[in-house]
């Protein structure tokens, strides 16, 4: 549209960056190595891998596992806390299932991240902060009546493509799942002693929640090994598929 001249921008902070971000596609990675990317190391997307390389179709599956795990965690601490409290011995949660489920995790995604995994991560990372400079700039905003980055998105696909996107719901997803993965990507996994495990844990406690909230919002998992007074079907460790619809 802008090279059309179909919105209204000619000068401005944001038409200079979509000029400059159009000139260097050539540079970049294109959509369909990134999208086969993502399929390679975490599953995601239907596009076919490149030959010899095979999707990571555990990834997601045992991410709601580990996230779950740290949720019901910190959610049996809380409840300890509160039972017993200044009670000096350790709470009824179990860190086993967390530690597990988490290497679990961590390995997976060691072995599936290998190759240029790591230049694509920096190059998309730089291509997001450009991309929204771009949409966070005044006059871009200023065209589509937005207040942020986010809101152009979600105007551009609602008015033009005629889809709406959740994108405050997939902002904390992928907020929160990048601080779970920065953890995992620490030591702090391997720690053995009870009160220093509990102590790291702490840091992405909030962000489990969160994420899981989101990923229940969306219909792509839900918070397992939970109570009901209705019985309703359950996959166990609250993984379901991405590519099956909801069923009435």
């Known amino acids: 549209m802008f090279h059309a001249g179909a919105v209204r921008l ?9 000029y400059r971000f159009d000139r260097r596609k050539v540079l970049r990675f294109t959509e369909k190595e990134r999208l086969q990317a ?8 239907t596009v076919r891998p490149v030959p010899n390389a095979q999707p990571n179709n555990q990834f997601h599956n045992l991410f709601v596992q580990f996230t779950n795990n ?31 489920s988490g290497l679990d995790l961590r390995y997976n995604l060691k072995w599936a991240s290998y190759g240029h995994v790591n230049v ?39 008015r033009y493509h005629n889809r709406h ?28 002693s009870r009160a220093e495990f509990e102590a790291l844990l702490r840091e992405i ?17 839900f918070r397992g090994h939970v109570q009901r007074v209705i019985n309703v079907e359950s996959n166990g460790n609250g993984f379901k598929p991405l590519n099956v619809s909801r069923r009435e």
């Open 10 to 18: 000619s000068t401005g902070d944001g038409a200079y960056g979509l």
């Open 205 to 221: 406690a909030e962000s489990a929640e969160e994420w899981l909230t989101s990923a229940e919002t969306l219909g792509i998992g």
């Open 70 to 100: 740290v949720a019901d965690l910190w959610r049996d601490k809380r409840i300890a806390d509160v039972i017993r409290d200044r009670a000096f011995d350790p709470s009824f949660a179990s860190i086993a299932t967390a530690r597990r």
């Open 38 to 45: 993502y399929r390679r190391v975490f599953g995601y997307t």
């Open 120 to 158: 694509l991560r920096i190059e998309v990372l730089q291509l997001l902060e450009e991309a929204f400079r771009i949409l966070g700039a005044e006059d871009i905003k200023r065209l589509f009546g937005a207040d942020n980055a986010w809101d152009v998105v979600e105007e551009v696909m609602l």
């Open 165 to 192: 996107i959740d994108a405050s719901v997939r902002h904390r997803m992928a907020v929160t799942g990048r601080d779970i993965i920065r953890w995992l990507a620490q030591k702090h996994i391997l720690n053995k």
